[in-house]
């Protein structure tokens, strides 16, 4: 995703998914992401270790 300006510190993420698609393609485990600043060479980590899934974890 490029952004016209910077966004300043990343303190957040918002992630999320609507469930779509086979069951067994519908849940996924996100590990983290890295959101690099090219212009900086930046890097800011979230780690999630988390599941997107109805039938795993939180049931979301």
Wanted: negative net charge; hydrophobic residues 40%.
């Amino acid at each position: 995703m490029a952004v016209p300006s910077w966004l300043g510190p990343l303190n957040y993420l918002r992630i999320g998914h609507d469930n779509s698609g086979d069951s067994s393609d519908a849940s996924w485990f996100l590990k983290y992401i890295i959101v690099y600043d090219l212009q900086t060479m930046e890097k800011t980590y979230f780690i999630c270790q988390q599941w997107f899934a109805v039938e795993k974890d939180d049931e979301k």
